[in-house]
């Protein structure tokens, strides 16, 4: 199973709005509402931002949202902040008949 | 903030065996599927394999199936990820995470290997 494709770099002024798309298949992103979004600083570890396509966890700031449109799904990041620039991953869970879970490439944002 | 609790950083040689420790510290540890995953140096982030400790069912992606032996121990709250045969790219960080709702919400700092001659 591949990676889900994400852009390798996204950037942004501070304030903007950005949006990370992730693509994968009708086997994953397609057919689960099950898509995870994860923020990981220089050196740090990965914060669960977005969970089912859309959802947050008790803590993630509201400018973070997450979204889906068939095999596509794009994470939201609104009035970008500079503790925004980070790595971004997407992941989506399989299914037992495939790898369960599978995540993207990863994409760097770079605040300007 | 709940954390789970890695293992120290290790080094080792290209043959070597290795087991590394992700402690759960709250009283939740059967109830939660446990993933591990791996990151290897300015790489992203690749899932190996997940368990469930309540019943120690686990499951392996394709990419590591064979290669790595994941395990759990309910008396001590703690899953274990182990190599009987490690090579150089083995070498990175290793974290372990519990899953809920299908997603890692809750991870552990971190395991950094490095397996070198």
């Known amino acids: 199973q591949s990676a889900l494709t994400q852009p390798a770099s996204v950037s942004g002024s501070l304030g903007q709005s950005i949006t990370i798309s992730c693509t994968g298949t009708?086997?994953?992103?397609?057919?689960?509402?099950?898509v995870s979004w994860y923020q990981q600083h220089p050196d740090k570890v990965p914060k669960l931002l977005i969970y089912?396509?859309?959802k947050r966890p008790s803590g993630v700031s509201n400018r973070f949202s997450g979204s889906k449109s068939g095999n596509t799904a794009s994470l939201t990041i609104s009035g970008l902040q500079a503790e925004d620039e980070a790595d971004y991953y997407c992941?989506?869970?399989?299914?037992?008949?495939?790898?369960?879970?599978?995540f993207g490439s990863g994409t760097k944002v770079t605040v300007l | 903030e709940v954390q789970l609790v890695q293992s120290g950083a290790e080094v080792k040689k290209p043959g070597e065996s290795l087991k590394i420790s992700c402690k759960d510290p709250?009283?939740?540890?059967?109830?939660?599927?446990i993933v591990w995953v791996r990151q290897r140096p300015g790489k992203g982030l690749e899932w190996m394999g997940i368990?469930?400790?309540?019943?120690?069912?686990?499951r392996y992606s394709p990419a590591f199936q064979g290669q790595v032996t994941i395990s759990a121990d309910t008396s001590t709250s703690t899953a274990y990820l182990q190599w009987n045969n490690l090579k150089a790219s083995d070498s990175g960080m290793y974290y372990c995470?519990?899953?809920?709702?299908?997603?890692?919400?809750?991870w552990g700092r971190g395991t950094l290997v490095t397996v070198s001659s």
């Open positions: 995470a519990r899953l809920v709702a299908r997603a890692a919400d809750v």
């Open positions: 709250g009283y939740t540890f059967s109830e939660y599927w």
């Open positions: 368990i469930y400790p309540g019943d120690s069912d686990t």
């Open positions: 009708s086997s994953d992103v397609g057919n689960y509402n099950l």
């Open positions: 089912e396509d859309h």
């Open positions: 992941c989506s869970y399989a299914g037992s008949l495939h790898s369960l879970y599978v």
